[in-house]
C-alpha cells in the first residue's frame, strides 16, 4: 500500500500525474471507513496532511465584491476557530457547530466534505446558498466550477482522476440579515443529518427583499426550491407566507427511506423547518 505525503501542491500534482491508480486522501473520516466498511485494502494514496498551502483561509476582494477562500485540507475545527469564517460566513460556521464530535472535526476536512458529494454533508447547503465555487488544479493547468456543477450526483462528482480540489471561493453575503442552519438527526451528537434547512434572507422593513434556501438529504444532491423562494420574495416573514413556501418544498423534494428516517417523514420535516423561520429567537412576530 503505497502511500505519499507530498509537501506541496506541484508535488501532489505530480503524483497524481503518475499514479492515476491513486485516492487522495484528506482526513480519512469517510474514506477509511468506506473501504473498511467494505473489506478493502487502500491501495496507493496521496495523503494532503502536511500540504500546508491547502490549509490556509483567507479573506479577499473579487471583482463581484469581498469573499473568503477557504483551502481544501481545511479542518471543520479550522472553520470554527476562524474568526474570518465566524464573522463573514456565520451560515458555515454554524454548519461546522453542527457536525460530528470534537474528534471528528479535528480531522474531517471541508474538501472531504465536498468530495463526498453526500446529500447529507453539512457544508453543502451552506456553500450553494452562498454560490460558492471550487477550484480544481491538475498538471494541465486549473478550473473553477459553481458547486452545483462540481457535484453531479449522491457521490458523484466533476472530479477528473488527476485532479485535486485546491479550495473552495466563498462570497460573503452582504445584504442577508438571516443566516439559518438546522439539522435533525436521530440524536444531538454525532448524527448524520436526516434532513436539514440552511436558509438566508434579507429582510428590510419586514418584508423580505431575497431568499435563498437549500435541503439537505432530502434528494440525490442538495435540494434548492426556487418556488418556495419566490413565494417568500416580497411576502412579509410571517407563519402563512413560509406555510406556502412550505407546501412548494414539500413538493421539491424528492427524499428516499432509509435506516435513519421514511421519506414521508423527510418530506413533512423539510417544510416544517422553514415554519420555524417564523419564530427565530430575537424576532418580533410579522417583523
Ligand atoms: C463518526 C463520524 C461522524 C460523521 N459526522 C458527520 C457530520 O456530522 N456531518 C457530515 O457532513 N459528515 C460527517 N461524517 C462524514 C465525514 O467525516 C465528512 O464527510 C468529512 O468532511 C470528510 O472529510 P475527510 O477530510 O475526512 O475526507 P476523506 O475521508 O479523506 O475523503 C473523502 C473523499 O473525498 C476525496 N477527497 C478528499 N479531499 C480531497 C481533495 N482535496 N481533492 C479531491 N478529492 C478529495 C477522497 O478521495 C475521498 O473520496 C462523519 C463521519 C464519521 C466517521
Given amino acids: ?22 485516492r487522495i486522501m484528506a482526513g480519512g473520516t469517510d474514506l477509511l471507513v468506506r473501504l473498511r466498511a467494505a473489506g478493502r485494502t487502500p491501495g496507493t494514496l496521496v495523503c494532503l496532511e502536511r500540504v500546508a498551502e491547502l490549509g490556509r483561509i483567507e479573506a479577499l476582494e473579487t471583482a463581484t465584491g ?13 472553520l470554527l476557530r476562524s474568526d474570518t469564517v465566524r464573522q463573514r460566513l456565520p451560515l458555515l460556521h454554524r454548519a461546522a457547530s453542527a457536525f460530528a464530535a470534537p474528534t471528528v472535526r479535528n480531522a474531517a476536512t471541508i474538501g472531504g466534505n465536498i468530495c463526498t458529494a453526500s446529500p ?9 446558498v452562498m454560490n460558492a465555487s471550487v477550484e480544481l488544479a491538475s498538471r494541465r ?9 462540481f457535484v453531479t450526483g449522491p457521490g458523484r462528482t466533476a472530479l477528473e482522476p488527476d485532479e485535486v480540489l485546491t479550495g473552495v471561493v466563498v462570497p460573503v453575503p452582504r445584504i442577508f440579515t438571516i443566516h439559518h442552519f438546522e439539522k435533525v438527526g436521530q440524536r444531538q451528537a454525532m448524527a448524520i443529518a436526516v434532513v436539514s434547512l440552511t436558509a438566508m434572507l434579507a429582510v428590510e422593513d419586514g418584508r423580505i427583499r431575497d431568499a435563498r434556501l437549500a435541503w439537505g438529504s432530502v434528494g440525490p444532491t442538495i435540494v434548492r426550491c426556487p418556488e418556495a423562494e419566490a413565494i417568500l ?7 402563512t407566507a413560509l406555510t406556502e413556501a412550505a407546501r412548494a418544498a414539500r413538493r421539491a423534494v424528492a427524499p ?5 428516517a421514511t421519506a414521508d417523514y423527510r418530506r413533512q420535516v423539510a417544510g416544517n423547518l422553514l415554519l420555524r423561520l417564523a419564530d427565530l429567537p430575537g424576532r418580533k412576530p410579522g417583523s
Wanted: net charge negative; no cysteine.
Fill in 120 to 128: 447529507a454533508a453539512d457544508t453543502l447547503p451552506a456553500l450553494h
Fill in 66 to 78: 469581498p469573499a473568503v477562500r477557504i483551502g481544501a485540507a481545511a479542518t471543520i475545527t479550522d
Fill in 1 to 22: 500500500m503505497p502511500l505519499f505525503l507530498p509537501t506541496d501542491l506541484s508535488e501532489t500534482l505530480a503524483l497524481l500525474a503518475d499514479h492515476p491508480e491513486a
Fill in 141 to 149: 493547468g486549473a478550473r473553477i466550477l459553481p458547486m452545483p456543477h
Fill in 233 to 239: 420574495r416580497g411576502s412579509r416573514l410571517t407563519l
Fill in 256 to 260: 428516499i427511506s432509509d435506516v435513519r
